[in-house]
C-alpha cells in the first residue's frame, strides 16, 4: 500500500504533509504534490495534515479519483519527474 495525493491538491500545494513526511517522499509537481510509490513507507503522517483531504491510502482512494492512483505512479516514470518541494 502507499498513500496517493488526488485532485483537491491541484492549485493548492500546501505542503503541510511535506514537514511531516519521515522519509522525504513527497514530491512537487507543476500543479501538485506527488507522493513516490516506492519510497512511502505507508506510515500516515501526511494524511491528516492535509488541509484539503487529498491525502488517501491508495485503496481508500474515492471511485471517482482512482485515475490519480495511476498519475501518481506514472509521473515518476515521465520524463520530467516532479522535483523536490520547495519549503
Keep these: 500500500m502507499t498513500y496517493v ?23 512537487e509537481g507543476d500543479d501538485q504534490l506527488y507522493i513516490h510509490p516506492d519510497e512511502c513507507i505507508d506510515c500516515g503522517a501526511c494524511e491528516p495534515e492535509c488541509p484539503v483531504s487529498a491525502i488517501f491510502p491508495e485503496e481508500e482512494v474515492p471511485e471517482n479519483m482512482a485515475a490519480y492512483i495511476k498519475k501518481n505512479k506514472d509521473i515518476f516514470a515521465s520524463e520530467h519527474p516532479p522535483g523536490r518541494p520547495q519549503r
Design 5 to 27: 495525493i488526488v485532485e483537491a491538491c491541484i492549485g493548492v500545494k500546501d505542503r503541510a504533509c511535506v514537514d511531516v513526511c519521515p522519509v522525504d517522499c513527497i514530491y
